[in-house]
Structures are given as C-alpha cells and as structure tokens.
C-alpha cells in the first residue's frame, strides 16, 4: 500500500475516534447527573468524584488532541498522547472505586459502559501510537544498568530501551541535604546518602536482581519497581504494563504484568 493512502487513512480513523470520544462523554455526563443527585454523598466528597470523572474524560481529549499533533510521526506529541492516556485510564479506575459504593444497578451498568467504550478507545489509541511511532533499529543487546557518572546510573527497559529508573544524589523535592535519590516508574523517593556506595557497587556488578535485594533492604518490600524477578528484567511503565489500584478513590497499589505475564505488586 502506498504510504500517502496509508496515512490518509490513518488521518481519518484517528479523525473517526471523535465518535467514541462523543460516547465517552455522553457516559461521563451520565454519572455526573447520577452524583450529583445522590442524597447520601457528602458535597464536598461529590464535587471531589465529579472532578475524578471529568479529569478522565477530558484527558483523553488531550490525547486526542496530540495523536493528532504526531501523525507525522512526531515522537514528543506521541509520547505525551501516551501519557495523557495512561492518565485517562488511571482517573477511570479511580472513579469506578468511587462508583462500586453505591451498590446500585444504575451505577453498575454505568461502569460496564464506560469499560466498554474506554477498552475500544485505549486500543484505538495503542493500534496508531504503533502505526505512528517510528521503529527503533536495536542493534545490539541492550545494557540494562548504564552508568552515566560516578555518582549516576540510569536503567533502561529491556523492550524498547526508555529509561525505567534513575539513581543518582542529589536533593528531592522536601530535601534539605544531598540524598541518594531513586526516580522508578511508580514513584521516586530519598534514600539516605550513606547507602550509595553500596548501590553504586552493587550496580557495577551489573546484577539486578542485587539492586532489587538492595531496594528492598532500604526501601520497601516490592523492591526494584520497574524489575520483574522472575525475567530477571526491567521494564518500562508500559511494558510492565503498570495497573494501579484504588480503593473508594484513594490510591492503593500498583501492579506490574510482565510481558511473559508474570505478576505482582510493584509499589504499596
Ligand atoms: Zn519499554
Ligand atoms: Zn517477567
């Protein structure tokens, strides 16, 4: 097929996902009347999930609005689509925790809808985002721990290269001296500063599953967030599939499937 036919079609089925991006916001409105007049919310919880459910519907907007901004290929407009869409779908779970309260049939029907439309509209999305993205030629084995300075590694993902997590030292956000600063793909935290020479050697061993040791040491129990033990691998967001959990609207954890489908908690 030639490629100008292939991107005129591409232009108009991204063009097309207005209409399920319509039936989204139809469902959206839908439980927006359904909080609304629920007696037995308090206000302030209301106007907090009305808000949940906008914010997932008006960020697939926003990434509609940039997979049409990268049909020509143009990565940084991709990569933030992809973003806006992983936080589309983060609202949506959120919400439905929401929703699973009320323990009515109207609610539920509510959900399974909008699961429905937002299933089709996420592999709407991931079929273009592949069509579009440009193929990146891995030549060699990737690395996975790469050091960039002494006091710097970075380690990439073992499908696609993206950097997954950041060590480094320096000063957090909260942060009033240097710390030994760990950026994952779930969260990032400050570690002490007297632990880094230890990381730093563990990581010239180039064994991850010692860095996971490490993390789980000093950090917490699910270890090394972007690493699956099992491949012995680590892995970006996406390709760890990351899947976050809430419970009643709040943050409960997150889960990372594998792409060999191995599963667990990546972050509590
Ligand atoms: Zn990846
Ligand atoms: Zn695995």
């Known amino acids: 097929m030639g490629e100008k036919k292939l991107k005129k079609e591409i232009i108009e089925r991204i063009w097309k996902l207005r209409d399920l991006i319509k039936d989204l916001e139809v469902i959206k409105d839908k439980i927006v009347d359904l909080l609304r007049i629920e007696q037995d919310l308090d206000e302030s919880i209301k106007k907090v999930w009305i808000t949940d459910v906008k914010e997932c519907y008006y960020r697939i907007i926003g990434a509609w609005e940039l997979l049409r901004a990268g049909i020509d290929g143009k990565v940084k407009y991709l990569e933030s689509s992809k973003i806006f869409v992983s936080a589309g779908k983060s609202r949506l779970t959120q919400f439905f925790s929401e929703l699973k ?7 539920e029907r509510l959900i399974i809808n909008a699961k429905e439309i937002f299933d089709k509209l996420i592999q709407a999305f991931q079929n273009e985002f ?15 721990i790469k050091k960039i300075s002494e006091k710097n590694y970075q380690l990439t993902c073992s499908i696609c290269g993206e950097i997954s997590v950041i060590f480094t030292i320096g000063k957090g956000t ?4 240097e710390k030994l600063i760990f950026n994952g793909i779930t969260h990032s935290t400050s570690l002490g500063k007297e632990l880094a020479e230890e990381l730093f050697m563990t990581l ?17 129990n699910e270890g090394l967030d972007a690493y699956c033990p099992e491949c012995d691998k680590v892995y970006c967001w996406e390709h760890y599939n990351a899947e ?7 943050y409960d954890c997150t889960y990372g499937i594998c792409p060999k489908g191995h599963r667990r908690i990546i972050d509590d």
């Not at 064994?207 to 950090?219: E, P």
């Not at 976050?244 to 709040?250: K, L």
Request: glycine fraction near 2%; charge should be negative.
């Open 130 to 144: 592949d069509l579009l993205t440009p193929k990146k030629i891995i030549e060699k084995p990737l690395e996975p």
């Open 244 to 250: 976050e959990v809430f419970d009643i609207g709040f």
């Open 101 to 107: 309260t009320f323990d009515n049939e109207k609610a």
């Open 204 to 220: 010239k061993t180039k064994d991850l599953s010692k860095v996971h040791d490490f993390m789980k040491k000093y950090h917490s």
């Open 174 to 177: 909260l942060d009033k001296d």
